[in-house]
Nanobody
Framework: QVQLVESGGGLVQAGGSLRLSCAAS????????MGWFRQAPGKEREFVAT???????YYADSVKGRATISRDNAKNTVYLQMNGLKPEDTAVYYC????????????????WGQGTQVTVSS
């Protein structure tokens, strides 16, 4: 079983930046589709970004232009760089992974991390 551990969350002021990290255990990380989701209190979990095994990326409209997802296969790690943070970005951010033949993250990923809290103050 693959384990995903998120880090990098915290409290930032509006307009600030954070880089979230997701470290994956096990082999074949380079073959996984990776993604990020987030869930605010009282809200549904929503898709944020995904990156394919070959580096193709897609973003939710809510973060497009402010978020960058990337991966470092040598470190078995995926990142989410968030700039221009807004109070509405406040949520628990979850890393997720899908095995081949899935090309990008699905709504029911094979693996989930425990989440990391991002709080943006006004």
């Amino acid at each position: 079983q693959v384990q995903l551990v998120e880090s990098g969350g915290g409290l930032v002021q509006a307009g600030g930046s954070l880089r979230l990290s997701c470290a994956a255990s096990g082999r074949t990380f380079s073959s996984y589709a990776m993604g990020w989701f987030r869930q605010a209190p009282g809200k549904e979990r929503e898709f944020v970004a995904t990156i394919s095994r070959h580096g193709i990326t897609y973003y939710a409209d809510s973060v497009k232009g402010r978020a960058t997802i990337s991966r470092d296969n040598a470190k078995n790690t995926v990142y989410l760089q968030m700039n221009g943070l807004k109070p509405e970005d406040t949520a628990v951010y979850y890393c997720a992974a899908d095995s081949p033949p899935k090309l990008i993250i699905t709504t029911t990923p094979d693996y989930w991390g425990q989440g990391t809290q991002v709080t943006v103050s006004s």
